[in-house]
């Protein structure tokens, strides 16, 4: 990966053991649970024994894996000794081997210790000095993000809270309070989320975030996320990797996974806008493209396969798979009622709209090579086992949902649906789920598997008010520009928020228009944020409460793969005043009048040991399954819970002490997952959940649902169809092709430095993994720029600065960086130094309002001011310092 880092700056400052201890924050904490800390490095806090073996140290390892919503799901364990932690360490239950490899940790697992003693983290509860309850003036909403804070006790914190929240319920009714935040959380979401549930409702966030159309789509036109499993796939011909990168994105197995791919005589293709590090390591074949662009090529290679199939001498298209198992193929596969003339093969053949969908039509959109898509159209039609994988980037763009079923018409028409070593899917994103939901295990927990939601027995309480949920692409401009919004039942709503309430998210930051909601913000009366670092809504808000991390709590049940399963547990107490979600509301559900027994009718630990008690296995993958683990009266007392003894695989005490436990895998093991086999198959036995059962090329209920969200149209068929700021509309004139104000796309991604904004400020973090803006070596020659050179990005929604990266891996015409830094803006200029990419990102609806972070067209220029310091020596955000 070193010809995509960015050189340094300015000579780095030389490290030593005071910086160290400034940077990790660890010599300001002051609690007995942190003690005293030496500089071998921020994991490492003793030296390996001159043996170097692990066992020889003393302390006891408790299993602590890492909660951040990432890709990765390795296993971490902390070493402590006298209630301090003294070392990381990963998976070592098992020996690694590539069948059964070992869930070794990330660079950001390795770094939690950096972020949970860091020196951002929150000590005590705070208000901001010019704010006052009682909105209005007194508010002094425009200090927000610039103010400054007070030290506050948790009596009056609480009190004020409740008393605004009390306030603003009775006269702006339940709706005036919002939180934020579209990613299903943890036990976080059952706090606060449903206090106020209990309490009559709250307006909530809507609009899928990480699967971006696909949430929608994959419902409706029959494809789910399921890619197959990782040892079917070592029997692929070719994978062709179409936007995914997951060397980067899926930074635990999955590219370990791919390269006994490789080994195993695999030929792997790139498709992407950016030749990516994992492309690097197991591509021999890479074709650029633009961003927001993919439906043309794939109605492209759908051309090439009608004008060269012959079904004698050179099948490359599975008519009998089109037959049987898709509608809107053509004219006669269409539902009743449907126009004849709207069927996928006639649109890409041009009959009826006179634009053949050839590959150089597509060419000019995408920037592919004509005779590159050809090349890999003929590749996949009717081969014997090939793979489509993309990421859910693809789908995260203004034309994801035309994308979703481009992909699975080209995907049937080619014969790669349902068979071993065949696929066409996005991989979602998560290796723990990569494989599909057909995993060997299932959590008794909420959001790991759809097939269980026990939630360790706790019933689920409904928002009154999910009807009306705020689309996140209308979240912040409903606020500061029209007022008004389009809830989830169709409806015109006004905006009422008076007050935000901000939990275990960051969407302020991660949220397209960042600008935008910095100025929602400063327009309310109130804002609380709970978290355990001084994050961008933390730093908008006007009380601020320090949380428990999951180490300073009872720990988590988390699905780490498709057949391993992590529980980690307490490690250190809680540090400061921190307390609990749990708790906090706990103690505002006193002061507001909501029955504590109702919002927590079991204990944390009750609840965690419930979702254990309930998780099973299904170790011969046959739908036969087991509990996971056994318990005894004497675990029972032990644990200091409630419950009934079971018969499970293993003991509930020793998977506490692993932390870990997994299902061994070999090829030929009989386990493996293959996506829509059994449809295939016999899809009259195994229908998908669409309207006709079948796979629905020609679907009329994606129509109506994204009629019914309110937002755009979309016709039956996949179409390819030009994205609000996609490449198009970086030119003033299509024709000329004569550029316009905004002449660059930019994209997102996401990068090793952190899990979204989670891992962010660690300076160990940013000093490892650069956060640059990506531009083609033609395009910096164009401009004279240079790698290094500060630049100013400017789009239609913000302005930010980045070091500059030259590289001749980026798409020329197209710009990308890292998604998640912490946004940090200049106030005279209004301009972000930290490279935050929703202040770049467009609040732009959607078909089913999903965000579109990846098609923003942008401009870029030289910087005449100040050149940009490396933002690992940059100051942390830490409030109160303590010497
Ligand atoms: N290190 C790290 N890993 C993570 C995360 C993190 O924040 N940091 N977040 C996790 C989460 S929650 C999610 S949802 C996943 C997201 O995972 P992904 O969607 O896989 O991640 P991205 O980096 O956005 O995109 C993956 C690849 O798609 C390409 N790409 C982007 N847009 C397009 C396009 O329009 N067309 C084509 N052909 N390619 C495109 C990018 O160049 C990149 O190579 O990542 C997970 N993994
Ligand atoms: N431009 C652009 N934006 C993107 C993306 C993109 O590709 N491009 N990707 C998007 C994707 S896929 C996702 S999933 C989202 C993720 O966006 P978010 O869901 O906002 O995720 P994080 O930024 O990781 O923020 C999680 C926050 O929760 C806090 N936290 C963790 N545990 C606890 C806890 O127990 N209690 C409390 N109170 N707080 C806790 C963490 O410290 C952190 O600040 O970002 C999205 N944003
Ligand atoms: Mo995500």
Redesign the pocket.
């Given at each position: 990966m070193e010809d995509v880092k960015t050189p340094q700056l300015s000579p780095a400052t030389p490290i030593t053991r005071r910086s160290l201890l400034k940077w990790t924050g660890l010599a300001a904490v002051g609690t007995a649970a942190l003690g005293t800390t030496g500089c071998a490095g921020f994991n490492e806090k003793e030296p390996l024994s001159e043996t170097g073996e692990e066992a020889k140290l003393e302390g006891e390892w408790i299993p602590c894996s890492c909660w951040a919503?990432?890709?990765?799901k390795g296993f971490n364990k902390a070493l402590v000794k006298d209630g301090e932690v003294v070392r990381l360490g990963t998976d070592q239950t098992h020996d690694d081997s590539p069948d059964c490899p070992q869930l070794r940790a990330c660079a950001r697992g390795r770094a939690l210790r950096g972020m949970i003693f860091g020196a951002d983290r929150i000590k005590y509860p705070m208000k901001r000095k010019h704010w006052q309850p009682g909105g209005g003036d007194a508010a002094n909403g425009h200090l927000r993000g610039v103010d400054e804070w007070e030290r506050i006790s948790w009596e009056e914190a609480l009190d004020l809270i409740a008393g605004e929240i009390l306030r603003v319920i009775d006269t702006y009714g339940n709706e005036g309070i919002l939180l934020p935040g579209g990613v299903p959380q943890r036990l976080g979401d059952y706090d606060i989320g449903r206090m106020m549930y209990i309490k009559g409702g709250c307006l909530e966030q809507t609009g899928a975030v990480?699967s971006g159309a696909w949430t929608e789509m994959a419902k409706l036109i029959g494809l789910p996320e399921e890619t197959n499993d990782r040892i079917d796939l070592r029997s692929s011909e070719v994978i062709v990797l179409?936007?995914?990168?997951p060397a980067?994105?899926?930074?635990g197995l999955p590219t370990y996974d791919y390269l006994q791919c490789k080994e195993a005589g695999t030929k792997f293709v790139c498709?992407?806008?950016?030749y990516?590090p994992t492309a690097k390591v197991l591509t021999d074949d890479y074709i650029p493209?633009r961003?927001?662009t993919?439906s043309a090529a794939f109605l492209a290679m759908a051309y090439v396969l009608l004008t060269q199939d012959d079904p004698e001498a050179n099948p490359l298209i599975d008519w009998d798979f089109l037959d049987r198992c898709c509608i809107g193929f053509d004219a006669e596969h269409l539902p009743e009622g449907a126009d004849p003339k709207m069927n996928y093969k006639d649109y890409v053949l041009g009959t009826y709209d006179g634009v053949p969908k050839t590959p150089e039509w597509a060419a000019e959109i995408c920037g592919s090579p004509a005779e590159d898509l050809e090349r890999l159209a003929l590749m996949l039609g009717g081969a014997e086992r090939a793979a489509v994988i993309t990421?859910?980037?693809?789908a995260r763009?203004g034309s994801g949902a035309q994308l979703c079923q481009n992909l699975m018409a080209f995907g049937a028409m080619a014969g790669l649906i349902g068979k071993p070593g065949c696929c066409c899917a996005s991989d979602c994103?998560?290796s723990w789920m990569q494989g599909g939901y057909e995993t060997l295990l299932k959590g008794g927990m909420n959001h790991a598997n759809p097939r269980n939601s026990t939630l360790g027995n706790m019933e689920r309480i409904p928002n009154p008010l999910e009807y009306r949920k705020v689309n996140v692409n209308e979240m912040w401009t409903s606020i500061v520009d029209e007022r008004k919004y389009i809830g989830l039942d169709g409806n015109v709503y006004d905006n009422n928020v008076h007050m935000i309430y901000d939990r275990q998210e960051n969407f302020l930051n991660q949220g397209p228009a960042t600008m935008k909601g910095i100025e929602a913000y400063r327009m309310m009366d109130t804002v609380v944020a709970q978290n355990l670092v001084m994050t961008t809504n933390c730093k908008y808000a006007d009380i601020v409460l320090p949380v428990a991390s999951p180490w300073e709590r009872y720990g988590d049940l988390s699905p780490s793969y498709r057949e391993s399963i992590v529980w980690f547990s307490q490690v250190v107490e809680p540090l400061f005043e921190c307390k609990s979600d749990a708790d906090i509301a706990l103690e505002l559900a006193d002061r507001i009048g909501v029955d504590r027994s109702v919002l927590r009718p079991v204990s944390e630990k009750q609840l965690i040991i419930n979702m254990v008690a309930a998780s099973q296995v299904s170790p011969n993958c046959d739908d036969n399954w087991q509990n996971l683990v056994s318990i005894t009266e004497e675990d029972l007392a032990e644990l200091g819970v409630e419950g009934e003894p079971q018969d499970g695989l293993v003991p509930i005490l020793d998977f506490k002490r692993d932390g870990i436990f997994t299902i061994e895998r070999s090829e030929g093991d009989g386990l493996d997952f293959i996506a829509l086999k059994p449809f295939r198959d016999d899809p009259e036995a195994n229908p998908r959940p669409t309207a006709s059962g079948k796979l629905e090329i020609y679907c009329q209920a994606a129509v109506d649902k994204v009629q019914a969200f309110g937002f755009k149209e979309i016709s039956p068929i996949p179409e390819y169809v030009p994205p609000v700021e996609g490449y198009e509309e970086t030119f003033a004139n299509w024709e000329t092709k004569e550029k316009g104000e905004f002449p660059f796309q930019i994209?997102?991604?996401?990068?090793?430095r952190?899990?979204?904004s989670t891992f962010a400020n660690v300076p160990n973090l940013r000093e490892a993994f650069d956060h640059p803006l990506y531009m083609n070596s033609l395009d910096a020659e164009r401009l004279g720029m240079e790698t290094g050179e500060t630049v100013l990005i400017t789009s239609k929604w913000g302005k930010c600065l980045r070091p500059l990266q030259v590289t001749e891996m980026m798409t020329p015409g197209v710009l990308?960086m890292g998604q998640?830094a912490w946004v940090e803006i200049d106030e005279e200029t209004g301009i972000d130094k930290a490279g935050c990419m929703n202040v770049l990102c467009g609040p732009n609806v959607t078909t089913t309002g999903y965000q579109a972070w990846?098609t923003c067209i942008c401009n870029v220029e030289k910087w005449d001011g100040e050149p940009l310091v490396p933002d690992y020596l940059w100051d942390s955000r830490e409030v109160f310092k303590e010497d």
């Open positions: 919503d990432c890709g990765s990480s179409w936007g995914s990168n980067w994105s899926r930074a498709v992407d806008p950016f990516t493209i961003p927001g993919d990421a859910p980037a693809l763009t994103g998560h994209y997102s991604l996401h990068i090793l952190h899990s979204h990308a998640g990846n």
